[in-house]
């Protein structure tokens, strides 16, 4: 079987492959502070809980853009499961086609979502992956990766927002039956999910009238199944496509 770990800023989702099928997923805290014993403490029971032996692990992939907590993950699994894992980046085979002043500089959830989406679906495409930062990667009709878009998440920005207005309170998100707002919360609420909803519509149409040609919209991260639901074009929501990512880099790069 193989793990697949992707390490965000806010949460870590972990996917248990056997073979080409997921058979189970995980969403822990991506906690800093945390020493190898206690990533692969963690890991070991979660796997434990969702009936995966660890002996049956045959390989592990992670992606990461927490790196201050990469190396702790990274010893971790090599103390659960005495396996060196793959981490995407310089010197692992993607298969993709990058154009962007400095490839070095992409980031390895994009890589890994827009190496899905290509095996998955004909370029162009544009994906949306909504977490701490909303990312939109584009790629073109030859499948070429030419860049995107970084944007604030949405709990980032409320967070903001109620940071710096002292009359603006925290809230959850939830999506209000009305775009016009009655009260405070509702207008918040509102702001937050159709503004962003209305925002990815106006940057998809104008990336396509950049590319001369319609394309296929993914949304994808924690927060990104709310927003597709209300915004205009169709956005195709696929939660594990990072994890399906790492599995298909993981097939180009291990040996047989």
């Known amino acids: 079987m193989l793990l697949a770990l992707d390490m965000g800023n806010t949460n870590i989702l972990a996917g248990v492959y056997d073979g080409g099928t997921l058979i189970c997923t995980a969403r822990v805290h991506t906690a800093h502070w945390r020493t190898s014993d206690e990533w692969a403490a963690l890991l070991r029971d979660i796997l434990s809980m969702r009936g995966v032996e660890t002996e049956s692990i045959a390989g592990v992939i992670m992606s990461s853009v927490a790196w201050p907590a990469t190396e702790a993950l990274r010893n971790g699994i090599r103390l659960l499961c005495g396996i060196e894992p793959f981490v995407v980046g310089p010197g692992l085979k993607t298969g993709l086609n990058i154009g962007i002043d400095n490839p070095a500089q992409l980031g390895s959830d994009m890589v890994c979502n827009a190496v899905a989406a290509l095996a998955a679906y004909k370029p162009p495409l544009i994906i949306f992956d909504m977490g701490t930062a909303t990312t939109m990667s584009v790629l073109d009709p030859a499948g070429r ?50 503004g962003t909803a209305a925002m990815l519509d106006g940057l998809i149409e104008r990336v396509e009238e950049e590319l001369g040609a319609p394309c296929t919209v993914l949304a994808t991260g924690g927060l990104s199944e709310r927003i597709a639901q209300k915004m205009r074009r169709e956005a195709r929501y696929s939660p594990v496509l990072l994890l399906d990512g790492l599995r298909l880099i993981y097939q180009k790069n291990k040996v047989v």
């Open 145 to 194: 990766f030419i860049g995107g878009a970084i944007l604030p998440g949405l709990n980032t920005s409320l967070e903001a927002l109620s940071a710096k207005a002292a009359q603006l309170p925290k809230i959850s998100i939830e999506t209000p039956e009305r775009v016009i707002g009655s009260n405070t919360v509702d207008c918040m609420r509102s702001g937050a999910v159709y």
